[in-house]
Structures are given as structure tokens and as C-alpha cells.
């Protein structure tokens, strides 16, 4: 069935900047999106599968069983290369449970001390799983290839964008407005894959 509609589609995130990309990118596609906010009593899903994917399936799934809708969950992190893929699918809690962007930003730097730029290689990561009521699950993934500052510079974005610099660039994505950042982050590659499924008419 092609989408004439809107789909309703539920983010299964609480973070409240990851929801506003997803609606900032998602605007004018076929998606329309309602939140855990929605669904105050939707229980937490604890994220303990060893792969990005796996993560973003446990709580799409769950999200979706408990609603009723189509649900969508990203599962994304930052992989450098020297540190052997770390902090990879820890790394919303790289210095610990709890921990705060800034915490988890200063342990990467600190793992990182002394590193020639030469080896300070590494990329974002972003794996989306769509569920449907049902148990149909469709993953998408978005990569995007760069290098790690020595030091947080910009006030934008969140999470590890202030040391992010993609490749082909000199600014991190700390630094670049929403728009810039938007048109080439791994969120907005695997986005563009989900919404170009979803118009591909095969729901």
C-alpha cells in the first residue's frame, strides 16, 4: 500500500534532542510522530545488547507491543578507531550509568590523550529498527567517517558532537548549525533509508 497518509510512528526515545532531529528531518516525509511523552507509563527497556542493532530492535519491539503502533527506535554511538571501536554501544554511558554528555566526552578525550591527529580516525554510527505490530522488523544504518578534536569545540548539537569533525571538513558538528549538521549526519542517513522504505509502497 502506497502511503497517501501520514504514518503515525512512535519514537522510542526520552532523549529529547534525538527527538528533535527526527522531527526536524522527518518534516514534509510521510511520518508523523508521537513520543513516549504520549505513552507516559511505557516502561524502560534496558539496553544491554552488545551491538547497535541489537539495541535498536530490543526497544522498537518493545515499544511497539506496548502501543499498538509502528515504532522506531535509533541506537547510535561514536566507534574510534585507535580505542579498538570504543566507546561504540556504550557510548551514552562511556564514564559510567548515568553519566552526563559532558562525563562521557571527557573520558574519550582522556582515553585519547597524546594521539597524533594521524590516529584519531573514528565515525558516528547510527542503526534505526522500525517495528510493526506484529513483530516485523526492518533495521537501517547511517555512517558517517571522521576524526576526534583534541578538545570540545562548539556549543551546538549534544552527546560527542563538540570533538566530531566528519570527513572532509574542519568544523565539528558542534559547530555547524541544526541545518548543516542535519544534511549529512548518520541520523539523517539512515532516516532517509526508513522514509524511502516506507514511500517504496512494500508496508
Do not use: W
Amino acid at each position: 500500500m502506497y502511503f497517501k497518509m501520514l504514518m503515525k510512528i512512535v519514537i522510542a526515545t526520552r532523549n529529547r534532542k534525538k527527538v528533535e532531529e527526527f522531527r526536524r528531518i522527518l518534516d514534509g516525509t510521510c511520518v508523523a510522530i508521537q513520543t513516549l511523552e504520549d505513552f507516559p507509563d511505557c516502561p524502560e527497556v534496558d539496553e544491554d545488547r552488545d551491538t547497535f542493532e541489537g539495541n535498536a530492535i530490543k526497544k522498537a519491539v518493545a515499544v511497539s507491543e506496548y502501543t499498538g503502533m509502528a515504532a522506531v527506535s535509533d541506537d547510535s554511538g561514536i566507534e574510534v578507531y585507535a580505542l579498538d571501536g570504543a566507546p561504540g554501544v556504550k557510548s551514552a554511558r562511556y564514564a559510567g550509568d548515568g553519566a552526563s554528555d559532558r562525563s562521557n566526552l571527557d573520558k574519550l578525550l582522556a582515553e585519547m590523550k597524546g594521539l597524533p591527529q594521524a590516529d584519531r580516525g573514528g565515525r558516528f554510527v547510527c542503526v534505526l529498527a522500525l517495528a510493526f505490530p506484529g513483530g516485523r522488523v526492518e533495521t537501517f544504518e547511517g555512517i558517517v567517517e571522521g576524526d576526534v578534536s583534541e578538545g570540545p569545540v562548539g556549543k551546538g548539537g549534544f552527546g560527542y558532537d563538540p570533538v566530531f569533525r566528519p570527513k572532509g571538513f574542519d568544523r565539528t558538528f558542534g559547530e555547524m548549525n541544526a541545518a548543516e549538521k542535519d544534511a549529512l549526519s548518520h541520523r539523517r542517513i539512515a532516516l532517509d533509508k526508513m522514509s524511502r522504505y516506507l514511500k517504496s509502497g512494500v508496508v
